[in-house]
């Protein structure tokens, strides 16, 4: 045969293959022990190219499968492919290729180790024999062997050992007539204590092993075997994905020590880690700090930051954290974390000073000429070390300029060297002093000339130019003249400051920060003054800066909905607006999600049209600006941001919610529909299971795979117990079975569609006693009460109102209703003979409406008190992130 270089005779040693029926004709080729070279072929290597190999084409499902007791009953479906998913089943599959004709594969299980060795567990299925084996014959036109039926059959820890024996006698009595003898079952009882102490019983791997037939037609031809990928029992402690939820700090000190809280999937206290690092050629990465007692009943971490590599630095630096598992390696998606720099003490406005007049800086002994706590001046041409030139002397050797006696002094020879250094010292002081008097002097007339000049022009510049060396000096809080000209807004003052400043070659005045980590640019923006803003950024002043809490220019402009100001930054940043679009804060958010707290459209239009990504994730949970905004039941700004800014209607958090389950845990009929008429997916399912019954739990849902999957996680109705939301859905709402309906079925009601003629009949009878009383209360009732600060000062709020609630898909039941609570029979009347009726009432539109026949007040909620006009308590909203 041309293939027999490939072909090897069944391995003996610790691999468990029974013997097939055939097996009295054994391979004439000498047997071949396998290592832990037998993984998967995904590439064959080029001394299998010639011949006949097996490789997997699909591995089995990692994660996510039960091991079953013999106690329990067969398995409710087969082990699934690792590239399985609702709708589109597969399993694990081999194929042997180089070669057609009828050939035996045959799977059975052996350890997560290096070599793997025979495991105790056992595979069950309609292909399994007694042996825990499986076998299936492939050929001669479709060499792929797909193995659905696939089940693990765990052993108990009391029956360990004979299983195991049995298994090692059945290896060894592979291809061998005669039994075995004592000293072989002495050896094989050994093996199996052995194997007893190192088995992991939580993991299995499988082992595919193709036969080809022999010259007498046998399969006794073996290729060489693949070995999956592990296999992890679902009810053991490290079978669960890594996944990080939520945390409650993005950014901390370059020194480390920060406390953080994080909120994850089920951990081990024993086996979880961690881990920052930085995804470049450097390498580094360090682990957080906390023992077991600080992972809160397995799904909190509590741990305290590892300090950044560089503990100077310029800006804050973004690295990245995960989740890892101590053994195995397996790590969670990695979230970003940032650190942020240290002020190292206080600014010394002495040195700035210093370097403003061109002189070097000095010693404490001898300050430079000016600044707050200068003292001694002293030329430029003239340093701390050529006055006091240690010598064989050091300066402690002196006071006043004289030689102190005594043992410590002596030296050889320092009788006869000490009149002539200090000769040398004392003329050194005299000229010194001659250029401090040279220097006081010139500095004199000039202050005198600066004082001339101002009395005839009136320009304080003419007095600040001799001085601006002053204009680094900071009071008590750190704000330099520039900071306190801004504080207390005198403009005139502050460009006359800014022209000095800008005079100083190579400074950096203009950028000095206060005790607050502000710089002068910040304070104008804190101050809304727009013009100095311009003025500043035109002087140079770094945009890029930031406060002690992460804060940028825009961070600060964004929480006021400072529209002007915010228009004068994005016009004048050039260069740096891109960066500091994508920037966040220290609390991980960026400026789209400040001005969708803000609730200011104008500024969010503005950042969008910028270049911001309206689809932004903050750092702490990755809510969009669309989350903050159902989360905040604004619906002005949640259909802003669906049907202008076209944002993600399906984006999901870090734990997997989507708008639509934000909107559904808040029990909003209005902002669900307004949703789903977006194209939100109403059967998009988030990251946290499904509650089990008590009956369930016990069995520990070995259910079929499928029924697992339909109800493993929320979707957007399981997160409400509304019927109105439930109504807005139009879904069946039949329950799971042993489950009671959440929400049973809304009436149907007519599309809200007012014309002009009723929008304005309504508008003066919501107005009419000029109080505004009218549309406020009918916007409680109709659930709208985040629209009423928005609308207030608008030239017509009903109007807005009722636009509003039109737009986002609101029924003409639910208005009627609240108008007919209200005591408006009036308006009541208006609607019912008015033409939108009449087309709404010619129409066969059948689609479920957000409001139902009762009020928002009348709805049933058992878990939650409303109060009155509908709208939740802040301490009973649920908070779905």
């Given at each position: 045969?041309?293939?027999?270089?490939?072909?090897?005779?069944?391995?003996?040693?610790?691999?468990?293959?029974?013997?097939?029926?055939?097996?009295?004709h054994s391979p004439s080729l000498p047997p071949t022990y396998f290592g832990s070279h037998m993984m998967?072929?995904?590439?064959?290597?080029?001394?299998?190219?010639?011949?006949?190999?097996?490789?997997?084409?699909?591995?089995?499902?990692?994660?996510?499968?039960?091991?079953?007791?013999?106690?329990?009953?067969?398995?409710?479906?087969?082990?699934?492919?690792?590239?399985?998913?609702?709708?589109?089943?597969?399993?694990?599959?081999?194929?042997?290729?180089?070669?057609?004709?009828?050939?035996?594969?045959?799977?059975?299980?052996?350890?997560?180790?290096?070599?793997?060795?025979?495991?105790?567990?056992?595979?069950?299925?309609?292909?399994?024999?007694?042996?825990?084996?499986?076998?299936?014959?492939?050929?001669?036109?479709?060499?792929?062997?797909?193995?659905?039926?696939?089940?693990?059959?765990?052993?108990?820890?009391?029956?360990?050992?004979?299983?195991?024996?049995?298994?090692?006698?059945?290896?060894?009595?592979?291809?061998?007539?005669?039994?075995?003898?004592?000293?072989?079952?002495?050896?094989?009882?050994?093996?199996?204590?052995?194997?007893?102490?190192?088995?992991?019983?939580?993991?299995?791997?499988?082992?595919?092993?193709?036969?080809?037939?022999?010259?007498?037609?046998?399969?006794?031809?073996?290729?060489?075997?693949?070995?999956?990928?592990?296999?992890?029992?679902?009810?053991?402690?490290?079978?669960?994905?890594?996944?990080?939820?939520?945390?409650?700090?993005?950014?901390?000190?370059?020194?480390?020590?920060?406390?953080?809280?994080?909120?994850?999937?089920?951990?081990?206290?024993?086996?979880?880690?961690?881990?920052?690092?930085?995804?470049?050629?450097?390498?580094?990465?360090?682990?957080?700090?906390?023992?077991?007692?600080?992972?809160?009943?397995?799904?909190?971490?509590?741990?305290?930051?590892?300090?950044?590599?560089?503990?100077?630095?310029?800006?804050?630096?973004?690295?990245?954290?995960?989740?890892?598992?101590?053994?195995?390696?397996?790590?969670?998606?990695?979230?970003?974390?940032?650190?942020?720099?240290?002020?190292?003490?206080?600014?010394?406005?002495?040195?700035?000073?210093?370097?403003?007049?061109?002189?070097?800086?000095?010693?404490?002994?001898?300050?430079?000429?000016?600044?707050?706590?200068?003292?001694?001046?002293?030329?430029?041409?003239?340093?701390?070390?050529?006055?006091?030139?240690?010598?064989?002397?050091?300066?402690?050797?002196?006071?006043?300029?004289?030689?102190?006696?005594?043992?410590?002094?002596?030296?050889?020879?320092?009788?006869?060297?000490?009149?002539?250094?200090?000769?040398?010292?004392?003329?050194?002081?005299?000229?010194?002093?001659?250029?401090?008097?040279?220097?006081?002097?010139?500095?004199?007339?000039?202050?005198?000339?600066?004082?001339?000049?101002?009395?005839?022009?009136?320009?304080?510049?003419?007095?600040?130019?001799?001085?601006?060396?002053?204009?680094?000096?900071?009071?008590?809080?750190?704000?330099?003249?520039?900071?306190?000209?801004?504080?207390?807004?005198?403009?005139?003052?502050?460009?006359?400051?800014?022209?000095?400043?800008?005079?100083?070659?190579?400074?950096?005045?203009?950028?000095?920060?206060?005790?607050?980590?502000?710089?002068?640019?910040?304070?104008?923006?804190?101050?809304?003054?727009?013009?100095?803003?311009?003025?500043?950024?035109?002087?140079?002043?770094?945009?890029?800066?930031?406060?002690?809490?992460?804060?940028?220019?825009?961070?600060?402009?964004?929480?006021?909905?400072?529209?002007?100001?915010?228009?004068?930054?994005?016009?004048?940043?050039?260069?740096?607006?891109?960066?500091?679009?994508?920037?966040?804060?220290?609390?991980?958010?960026?400026?789209?999600?400040?001005?969708?707290?803000?609730?200011?459209?104008?500024?969010?239009?503005?950042?969008?049209?910028?270049?911001?990504?309206?689809?932004?994730?903050?750092?702490?949970?990755?809510?969009?600006?669309?989350?903050?905004?159902?989360?905040?039941?604004?619906?002005?700004?949640?259909?802003?941001?669906?049907?202008?800014?076209?944002?993600?209607?399906?984006?999901?958090?870090?734990?997997?919610?989507?708008?639509?389950?934000?909107?559904?845990?808040?029990?909003?009929?209005?902002?669900?529909?307004?949703?789903?008429?977006?194209?939100?997916?109403?059967?998009?399912?988030?990251?946290?299971?499904?509650?089990?019954?008590?009956?369930?739990?016990?069995?520990?849902?070995?259910?079929?795979?499928?029924?697992?999957?339909?109800?493993?996680?929320?979707?957007?109705?399981?997160?409400?117990?509304?019927?109105?939301?439930?109504?807005?859905?139009?879904?069946?709402?039949?329950?799971?079975?042993?489950?009671?309906?959440?929400?049973?079925?809304?009436?149907?009601?007519?599309?809200?569609?007012?014309?002009?003629?009723?929008?304005?009949?309504?508008?003066?009878?919501?107005?009419?006693?000029?109080?505004?009383?009218?549309?406020?209360?009918?916007?409680?009732?109709?659930?709208?009460?985040?629209?009423?600060?928005?609308?207030?000062?608008?030239?017509?709020?009903?109007?807005?109102?009722?636009?509003?609630?039109?737009?986002?898909?609101?029924?003409?039941?639910?208005?009627?209703?609240?108008?007919?609570?209200?005591?408006?029979?009036?308006?009541?009347?208006?609607?019912?003979?008015?033409?939108?009726?009449?087309?709404?009432?010619?129409?066969?539109?059948?689609?479920?409406?957000?409001?139902?026949?009762?009020?928002?007040?009348?709805?049933?909620?058992?878990?939650?008190?409303?109060?009155?006009?509908?709208?939740?308590?802040?301490?009973?909203?649920?908070?779905?992130?």
């Open positions: 045969m041309g293939f027999s270089a490939r072909l090897t005779s069944p391995p003996q040693g610790s691999w468990g293959i029974p013997a097939p029926a055939d097996s009295s998967e072929q995904k590439e064959p290597l080029m001394e299998t190219v010639e011949g006949p190999y097996l490789v997997i084409i699909e591995q089995p499902k990692q994660r996510g499968f039960r091991f079953r007791y013999g106690c329990e009953g067969p398995s409710h479906g087969g082990l699934p492919g690792a590239s399985s998913e609702k709708g589109r089943k597969t399993y694990p599959t081999v194929k042997i290729c180089n070669y057609t004709g009828m050939a035996r594969i045959e799977v059975d299980l052996v350890t997560h180790s290096d070599p793997p060795r025979v495991h105790a567990h056992s595979l069950v299925g309609k292909q399994c024999n007694e042996a825990g084996n499986c076998v299936t014959i492939v050929g001669p036109k479709d060499m792929t062997a797909q193995f659905s039926n696939l089940g693990v059959l765990h052993v108990t820890k009391k029956n360990m050992m004979e299983i195991m024996k049995e298994k090692l006698k059945q290896q060894k009595m592979r291809n061998r007539s005669r039994l075995l003898t004592e000293g072989e079952l002495r050896e094989i009882e050994l093996e199996a204590k052995e194997l007893k102490k190192v088995m992991d019983l939580s993991i299995v791997r499988l082992r595919f092993t193709a036969y080809l037939r022999d010259s007498s037609g046998n399969f006794t031809l073996a290729l060489q075997p693949v070995i999956s990928d592990p296999i992890h029992d679902s009810k053991s402690p490290g079978a669960s994905n890594l996944k990080i939820s939520r945390m409650d700090k993005t950014a901390g000190s370059v020194r480390g020590g920060d406390e953080v809280y994080l909120l994850c999937d089920k951990v081990q206290k024993d086996d979880i880690e961690v881990r920052f690092y930085e995804d470049d050629e450097n390498g580094w990465q360090a682990f957080g700090d906390f023992s077991p007692t600080d992972v809160h009943k397995q799904y909190a971490i509590v741990f305290r930051t590892p300090p950044y590599h560089k503990p100077k630095i310029d800006r804050p630096v973004t690295v990245f954290l995960q989740l890892k598992r101590k053994r195995g390696g397996d790590v969670s998606d990695s979230k970003q974390f940032t650190y942020y720099p240290v002020v190292e003490g206080e600014h010394h406005p002495g040195r700035l000073a210093c370097l403003a007049w061109g002189l070097p800086s000095a010693h404490p002994p001898l300050p430079c000429p000016t600044g707050g706590n200068l003292s001694f001046p002293y030329s430029s041409g003239l340093t701390y070390n050529s006055i006091y030139s240690p010598g064989p002397h050091p300066v402690g050797g002196y006071q006043g300029g004289v030689q102190m006696k005594g043992p410590e002094a002596e030296g050889p020879g320092s009788d006869r060297q000490a009149p002539v250094e200090e000769s040398t010292y004392c003329k050194e002081l005299q000229k010194h002093g001659r250029r401090s008097r040279l220097w006081m002097l010139a500095l004199a007339r000039r202050n005198a000339h600066a004082l001339l000049d101002y009395s005839v022009t009136a320009d304080p510049r003419m007095l600040l130019a001799v001085q601006r060396h002053l204009a680094a000096s900071q009071d008590e809080n750190g704000d330099t003249p520039l900071h306190l000209a801004i504080i207390h807004e005198q403009t005139a003052v502050i460009k006359q400051l800014i022209d000095v400043i800008v005079s100083i070659p190579s400074q950096q005045i203009i950028n000095i920060s206060n005790n607050l980590q502000q710089t002068p640019l910040h304070l104008a923006v804190i101050t809304k003054q727009p013009q100095v803003v311009q003025l500043l950024l035109q002087a140079h002043a770094d945009p890029t800066l930031l406060d002690r809490y992460g804060n940028s220019l825009l961070h600060l402009a964004l929480p006021a909905g400072d529209e002007e100001m915010l228009r004068t930054l994005l016009a004048h940043l050039g260069s740096a607006a891109p960066y500091l679009l994508r920037l966040p804060d220290f609390h991980g958010l960026l400026p789209v999600h400040l001005a969708v707290k803000a609730k200011s459209l104008a500024c969010l239009d503005l950042l969008v049209r910028t270049g911001a990504d309206v689809n932004a994730v903050e750092r702490q949970s990755g809510r969009t600006p669309l989350h903050l905004a159902v989360e905040m039941e604004n619906l002005n700004m949640a259909t802003h941001l669906v049907k202008k800014l076209g944002a993600d209607i399906n984006s999901r958090t870090f734990a997997g919610n989507t708008p639509l389950h934000l909107a559904a845990g808040l029990g909003s009929p209005t902002l669900t529909k307004l949703l789903l008429k977006a194209g939100a997916d109403v059967l998009c399912e988030n990251d946290e299971p499904m509650s089990l019954s008590s009956s369930e739990a016990s069995s520990d849902t070995d259910t079929d795979p499928e029924e697992q999957e339909q109800r493993r996680c929320h979707t957007s109705l399981d997160l409400t117990r509304s019927q109105k939301v439930c109504g807005t859905a139009e879904l069946p709402t039949a329950p799971q079975p042993g489950e009671q309906p959440l929400c049973p079925p809304a009436p149907n009601s007519e599309v809200l569609s007012l014309d002009s003629e009723a929008l304005q009949g309504l508008e003066q009878l919501l107005n009419q006693d000029c109080s505004g009383s009218d549309w406020i209360e009918l916007a409680k009732r109709l659930g709208l009460c985040s629209l009423v600060e928005t609308y207030k000062d608008t030239p017509s709020p009903s109007v807005s109102l009722l636009r509003s609630y039109e737009l986002a898909g609101g029924s003409l039941g639910g208005l009627l209703e609240a108008l007919d609570s209200m005591g408006l029979h009036n308006a009541v009347r208006m609607l019912h003979k008015s033409e939108a009726l009449e087309k709404l009432q010619s129409t066969e539109l059948k689609e479920d409406s957000a409001y139902g026949s009762e009020s928002v007040e009348e709805e049933q909620a058992p878990t939650l008190a409303l109060k009155p006009g509908g709208e939740l308590p802040p301490s009973q909203q649920p908070q779905v992130h």
